[in-house]
């Protein structure tokens, strides 16, 4: 990730995740919520992040997984949409896997008719059942909520934001499509193991190719 992050010219604060497996007692005690101990790390590693970034008095953050590729004109493609994006966007993803209404399979004809900047395949669009939390920025108002309402009901985070936050007043979250991460495909760290086709469920490829990440 350090060279890749080089190469990009990114500059990024690394901060160390908890690995579910570390906590068995805390999965114990939540095992009716989580179905691995993996996503239990996930959950407590980003609530410790948001914590540290509001202590620090940020207004917004952006977050990016350590196992993920790199659009090649990432530069490009934030330069053209950040600075579009609603003044009022609590969160926005930079890479995402769009799910069906039932979440039963991934397809990218959903998110067609959400797009409010670009055209059909690209620009900006509004979040709605978007699953993965590769890469995304978020804001203060959406850290403090995430940090009171997930301390009160633990629960996967990525599935919470995107049943309660998404799409659903109070909150506005979109979306960026060229995807600026994408997955690889390598063990999960929720589930712990491999996720068929992950690399290429994360790419649109109606705006971009399997050779623009690296």
């Not at 620009?123 to 709605?128: D, E, L, N, S, V």
């Not at 590769?134 to 633990?154: Q, T, V």
């Not at 589930?191 to 290429?200: E, Q």
Request: proline share 4%; aromatic share 12%; with cysteine.
């Amino acid at each position: 990730m350090e060279e890749l992050l080089a190469r990009r010219e990114l500059k990024v604060e690394f901060f160390s995740a908890c690995r579910g497996f570390a906590v068995p007692f805390v999965f114990e005690n939540l095992r009716h919520k989580f179905s691995a101990a993996g996503y239990v790390g996930t959950l407590i590693s980003y609530l410790n992040l948001f914590d540290y970034a509001l202590n620090l008095g940020l207004d917004r953050i952006c977050v990016i997984e350590d196992d993920v590729m790199i659009h090649r004109n990432i530069h490009s493609i934030s330069d053209e949409f950040i600075p579009k994006l609603p003044n009022d966007s609590d969160m926005c993803y930079f890479s995402y896997i769009p799910l069906s209404e039932d979440h039963a399979m991934w397809n990218y004809n959903e998110i067609n008719d959400k797009f409010i900047l670009g055209g059909p395949s690209s620009g900006i669009f509004r979040a709605r059942n978007l699953c993965s939390m590769m890469g995304f920025s978020i804001n203060r108002r959406l850290m403090e909520h995430l940090l009171a309402k997930l301390n009160e009901d633990p629960q996967p985070i990525d599935l919470f934001i995107m049943s309660a936050i998404q799409d659903k007043e109070g909150f506005q979250s979109h979306a960026i499509n060229p995807q600026m991460f994408c997955a690889t495909d390598c063990d999960s760290d929720g589930c712990g193991y491999a996720i068929p086709d992950l690399r290429k469920r994360s790419i649109d490829l109606r705006s971009s190719r399997y050779e623009d990440y690296e």
